[in-house]
């Protein structure tokens, strides 16, 4: 808990300008207001971006306020702090906050990628690459525990990698900044997210190697969270948010990528329409979004696999007390 406790003070001060900049009024007096907290602003998610632009939140009757909290102990922070309603990030804080003992924990509710959305970027385009090819080589990497840095040190191990003897992994960037430094690093390799994947394909700063995602397998790699507390409060309002995400998944697992790049391109005017629609094609190739939102214990068990492999869990927790599927069942329906 004091990580957590660290970055809440700071976070805290610096999210009131935020919040004042992204909050709204509703349009509609029916509309009850709720925030949103996400690990990072990603093409990664474009589930959510689509029921935001495509109204079903609103059709849901939620007013919904979005900020990115970039990353997840900033998320979770955002959580138990009440600046945020729901989290939305990666299962393992909730898992680590569990074990620190705190009594008002959170809970996920609603899983929305299953697998990992960052790719290995390399100086040059390499297309018989192999994994064993990062042995005695810089790589730049994620924050310790955080699941980019664990799936990444998963796959390692899958292939016969130690991640602390084999290689080097720089873990000193800042979430985010790992594409632009690289440009100017020693790094032989770096694991970046989209669109900085692209955007350093374009420039010709490096090229995609491996995908993350389809060399670690299916992984629950983000969902959505609330504090207990908050959702003993407001279960009604949980399912009907629930609900507009189940609609976002089945949104972008009927349509084009074409047609999903045109429907979220509001959420990323930094982006060209085009670049959106082949990131999206990537995740749609390799099954990045669940049909529904339902969290099984499988994948609970599973996403407890990495956090011992890695080193970040002595003991397991139960699956019934961090997860609760009823909401995601219903939506389902």
Known sequence: MKRLLIFMLTFT???CPVLAGCSKKADDGNL?????????????????????????????GIDLTLFNGSGADNVMTALISGDADIGFMGSEASIYVYREGAEDYAVNFAQLTQRAGNFLVGREADPDFQWSDL???????????????????????RNGIDPSMDLTIDQSIDFGLTAAAFT????????????????????????????????????PY?????????????????????????????YVNSHSAEEIASVI?????????????????????????????????????LLQDILE???????????DQLVNVKYAEEAAK
């Open 13 to 15: 001060l610096l999210l």
């Open 32 to 60: 009850t207001p709720l925030t949103l907290c996400e690990v990072a602003h990603s093409i990664f998610y474009a589930p959510q971006y689509a029921a935001i632009e495509l109204g079903y939140f609103k059709e849901e």
């Open 135 to 157: 042995i005695g080589k810089k790589v730049l990497g994620g924050r310790k525990g955080g699941m980019p840095q664990m799936v990444f040190e998963y796959i390692l191990r």
């Open 184 to 219: 100017s690093n020693d790094a032989d390799y770096t694991v970046e997210f989209e669109p900085f994947a692209t955007g350093l394909e374009l420039e010709g700063s490096g090229y995609v190697v491996a995908s993350l995602g389809v060399d670690s397998g299916y992984v």
């Open 222 to 250: 983000t969902a959505y969270s609330a504090l207990g507390s908050y959702m003993n409060k407001n279960p009604e309002l949980i399912q009907r948010f629930t609900n507009a995400i189940q609609k976002g998944l089945d």
């Open 265 to 301: 391109a509001p959420q990323f005017a930094e982006t060209d329409p085009d670049r959106i629609a082949v990131i999206v094609g990537r995740y749609l190739d390799q099954d990045t979004w669940k049909k529904n939102t339902v969290f099984t214990e499988e994948s609970f068990a």
């Open 309 to 319: 492999e890695a080193g970040e869990l002595t003991e397991r927790v139960p699956y």
